[in-house]
């Protein structure tokens, strides 16, 4: 004991050197916490009606000053660096998955501001939100005996007094989705960057516990809504769980939590296998879960559905983005020397996906669970590339990512519009003969399921066609057969869809498309741009995911 | 070569010996006046929740900004300890990190202030 204890103290007292920053190369994640953090003071400070023009100008101005930032950066950048003690790797992938995030979290903030589609915005205002299970200060006095305490608890959607201050009124929305989602957007910038696992766990808690907040704030329904911020919690709980299982072991096995370390470990050495294969078992578990592949997705058609629209667009886009992202760089840094006993594990796990995603999606009725089957697919097709573990592998599944992340941005936007006096008429049934009712939101909705099932001047097509050519090159011909096939079967419900809204008759009592304001409308038409531009010009983006690899 | 290790094996043994030693000898020495708070379920202190009745089975939560708050607190104290032992190795640079630290935890105090948190009414 005492040896040990002097050596610590001596330890302790020599200086500790900071590690250098590259301030440039991660201006953009800094610029976003700090705008997060403003954001809650924003929070604290300003009046009520103040509150939402300032968020919204907040949250959209940093992500445009923070695409900046990363423009300028990107422009004289070399092959990538680490920084931050090595913890941080700013190099080609994560700068093109930065601007993916930033430009997608560009359009899911515009989504999330409107106020127009749904009076005073899709989420929960202040006033109601203790309806439902929750309020920060709905607060009746603790009772010893339950008759009162109930009584109390009963009523109170009744206004206490420090209700009232915070209630200026009732057709306001929590502004608080605003900082939530810029701290969930700058965890999945960091998640895509870190270059070692503990970074990398630190960052899914920081993108994971807003969204799960997000996800129970929906102004209708919700019960629905908070089910699926429990949901969401309790299983992205668990799957963390997972990740720092596979952590720890991996830990255990290579000395070392950084990812170079890991590979350099992995590299012929005579260590124990068991721990290396229940290491990388439990730790891509976990962000399988986050991708919501496979056989790990028992929650996206629940928290899908009952997340308000537009956070699911933001959480099927970004999420998405930034667990690919992980996946990538965990698979192709810290092991690629093992992807021996690992690829095929994977590969039937893509295969599984694409089955679960096809045929669970021929069976649903409501569009938001049929879109949520749809990513469950799309997340194996992106598998599919991820486990090619080459150049263009990597370029391919960066490109499909920014690709699917557009269209399903506008896709949820569209959705939003389509709504009875209810709220969301996200019954397929209401949907029949919508050409009829508005021509132009069936339009743009065909050509958005088009691009999702992978139809040729769609940026889905160039996606696909990017990711299937680098999974033949590396020698998966099967799997890319029956990746093949999967997406012919996944386009039937897509044109199910679309045969519904032009050849059947609307219902008399159906719901009506409601005119999007101009934040909605500018998502849409950005999703629906970049979808159409990608499918006719793939080089734009093409070109800079194919320039170079990670840097670890 | 073990030597460190034998101390907290003795610790472990020492627990585990205390916590069945506990139970084992409550029942035998211990007096036995039942009432209807001893026999309830314990659910941390407050009243266990009532069974979900329609409407949903309520309970007053008013406790769990207190509790949340203690958390906050906790593990801020948590990061500060270590820091405060190697401060002055540190140097000015830890200071500026730990003083980001704590103001950005501030922001979440500040927060709970200003919309009412602290008031209980």
Known sequence: MGPVQAGAVVLAQQPVEPPPIEYAAIAPVLLMLTAACVGVIVEAFLPRHQRWSVQVGLSLLTLVVAGVALGAYARGAGTGLTTLAGTIAVDTPTLFLWGTLLALGFASILLIADRSVEQGGAFVAESDASSGSSGLGASSGLSASSGPARGATADSSAPSPTMTRATAGVSGMRTEVFPLAMFSLSGMMVFCAANDLLTMFIALEVLSLPLYLLCGLAKRRRLLSQEAAVKYFLLGAFASAFFLYGLALLYGYSGSVKLAAISEATAGSDRSDTLLFAGIGLLVVGLLFKASVGPFHAWTPDVYHGAPTAVTGFMAACTKVAAFGAILRVLQVALEASSWEWHYVLWTVAVLSMLIGVVLGLTQTDIKRMIAYSSIAHAGFLLVGAIALTDRGLSGTLFYLLAYGFTTVAVFGVISLVRTSEGEATHLSGWAGLAKRSPLVAAVFTFLLLALAGIPMTSGFMGKFYVFSAAVTDGMVPLVVIALVASAAAAFFYLRVIVLMYFNEPAADGPTVSVPGAFTTAAITLGVVVTLLLGVLPTLAWNWANVGGFVS | ?121
């Open chain 2, 1 to 121: 070569m073990l030597d460190p290790y034998i101390p907290l094996v003795l610790m472990f043994a020492l627990a585990f010996g205390f916590a069945v030693f506990s139970v084992a000898i409550a029942p035998l020495v211990g007096p036995r006046r039942y009432n209807k708070a001893k026999l309830d379920a314990y659910e941390c202190g407050i009243e266990p929740s009532p069974p979900p009745v329609t409407g949903g089975g309520r309970m007053p939560v008013a406790y769990y900004l207190t509790a949340m708050m203690f958390i906050l607190f906790d593990i801020e104290m948590v990061f500060l300890f270590p820091y405060a032992v190697s401060a002055d190795s540190l140097g000015m640079w830890g200071v500026a990190a730990v003083v980001l630290f704590v103001v950005s935890f501030g922001l979440a105090d500040i927060y709970l202030w200003r919309r009412g948190g602290l008031d209980w009414n």
